[in-house]
Each structure stands twice: as structure tokens, then as C-alpha cells.
């Protein structure tokens, strides 16, 4: 089978699927050392969207030779509840690592690609900055601050309808301390460049976005970055936040693909 259920963890109650590649995309892959695609799911990933798309990128890249494991963090979804005593941030961090030390069994030098989406960033990006392991980070529709050039490119377009792109609901918007407060998540950026994990930052919606709006809006609403190259921008202005279409969900998926296989 190409899919399989699994359980793991601390207290052996986390639960996720792991998808690993068939023989003939594994044969055809272009690198026997591609990273293992991780992507947790939180409280704030339950909806259907979201789900969704974890479920069909793991599979698009299941087709590309790129194994991968969803899974819920503890006390969401099909995984039992947190152990007694851990604040939530803990609780993720620890959930995250006990995935990557589960996958590294049957191979200690494999490395990971981190993956989240409209959620809460906090987590992964956490462990991507301690663990070496981790090799690469993609965010989709991650923490996105407002900026005058954003002001600008959606006044200009109030009143008229973008046929490249909807008005986005606030549903999925990412969430945590990194979302709350753009030093921070700058800062966490340059960790993970210096540390060398590469980074992949996707966001959808045009111009009447309520968030994002712009390739461009990504590095003028941080302050100057060192990066050295680890850091990939992508903008879908013709796709909503949930991705709804599948000609968008196609384009996310092998913009992603893509980028881990390089």
C-alpha cells in the first residue's frame, strides 16, 4: 500500500498517515536523498480545506517520489489527548519532534521538510531552528502584515471586480505569536537562514485580498533580511485562501513539489 495509518509518539497516541511513493515514481525520482515532507495538523487545520489539501499534496508528491506524513498534533483530530502537565507550545514542539524522530528510524540522516498551512507557524518554525534535520520550511498563507503599498493596491480596487482574484474571508488566517508580531516572525526568518533551512512562503489571493496582495508586500513589510538565497516568495492572486479550484490547488502543488525537489 502506498498510504499507511500510524502511531507514534511519546505515549504512542499521535496519528497520522504516511504516504511513501510507488516503485515506479520512486525509480523515476531525481535524487534518492529527497527530504520526507512533514505536516502536522493543528487545532486551527479541522476544516475541510485545509485538510484537503494536506491530503492531495501528500499524494501529488507521492506521485513525484516524495514520501510524506500527515498527522494531528495531540488533542486534535484522530490523535489521543496531550500528555498531563505541557503548555500547548510545548505540547506542539514535542508532537513535532516525535514525528521526526519516528520517521528517522529506519534512516538517521534523512532530512525533513516542514509544512503549514493558514495555521499557526510557531511550532515548526521552532523546531526547524533547533533541529538539524530540518532542511527546508514551507509556509502557505502564513503571517502577512499589512503595508502602505498593500493599502494602495486594494484601495484602487474597491469598487472594482478583479477577474484575477476574489475577495478573500478572514477563515484560515494564520494564527500565533509569530502572526501577531512581524519583528518576531522576522526574526525567526533569520534564524532558519543562518541555520542554512531553506524556506518557501506561499500566498494566495489579488488584489482585494484582505491580507496579502502582493509578491512584493512579503519584504516590505519585514525589515531587511539576510537570507542568502534560502528564501522563495510565491504569490496565486487568482486563488482563494482555501484554494477552492483545482486549477489553483494543481499550481500549489507543483509549485511546492517543485521547490522541495530542487
Do not use: K
Request: with cysteine; aromatic share 6%.
Amino acid at each position: 500500500m502506498s498510504e499507511r495509518a500510524v502511531q507514534f509518539g511519546r505515549t504512542g497516541t499521535l496519528a497520522g498517515v504516511l504516504a511513501t511513493p510507488t516503485a515506479t515514481a520512486a525509480a523515476t525520482a531525481a535524487d534518492d536523498a529527497l527530504p520526507l515532507l512533514v505536516m502536522p495538523r493543528s487545532a486551527l487545520l479541522q476544516g475541510a480545506a485545509p485538510r484537503r489539501l494536506t491530503v492531495e499534496l501528500a499524494r501529488a508528491a507521492r506521485e513525484r517520489g516524495l514520501q510524506s506524513l500527515r498527522f494531528d498534533l495531540g488533542g486534535c483530530g484522530d490523535s489521543g489527548e496531550r500528555p498531563a502537565g505541557e503548555t500547548d507550545d510545548a505540547a506542539a514542539v514535542n508532537d513535532v519532534c516525535d514525528a521526526l524522530d519516528f520517521l528517522a528510524r529506519p534512516d538517521p540522516q534523512r532530512r525533513f521538510v516542514l509544512l503549514g498551512v493558514n495555521a499557526d507557524l510557531d511550532a515548526i518554525v521552532r523546531v526547524a531552528a533547533e533541529d538539524e534535520r530540518v532542511a527546508g520550511l514551507v509556509s502557505i498563507n502564513g503571517p502577512a502584515f499589512r503595508t502602505g503599498g498593500y493599502w494602495l493596491r486594494r484601495c484602487a480596487r474597491a469598487l472594482v471586480f478583479s477577474g484575477s482574484g476574489r475577495p478573500d474571508d478572514s477563515e484560515g488566517r494564520a494564527a500565533g505569536r509569530l502572526a501577531r508580531d512581524r519583528h518576531a516572525f522576522a526574526a525567526a526568518i533569520q534564524v532558519l537562514a543562518d541555520r542554512g533551512v531553506r524556506m518557501l512562503h506561499v500566498y494566495s489571493g489579488g488584489a482585494t485580498a484582505r491580507e496579502f496582495n502582493h509578491a512584493r508586500q512579503f519584504w516590505s513589510m519585514l525589515p531587511p533580511l539576510r537570507t542568502n538565497g534560502r528564501l522563495a516568495v510565491a504569490h496565486l492572486p487568482g486563488a482563494d485562501r482555501g484554494f477552492t479550484c483545482r486549477e489553483d490547488r494543481g499550481q500549489l502543488y507543483d509549485l511546492c513539489i517543485e521547490w522541495m525537489t530542487r
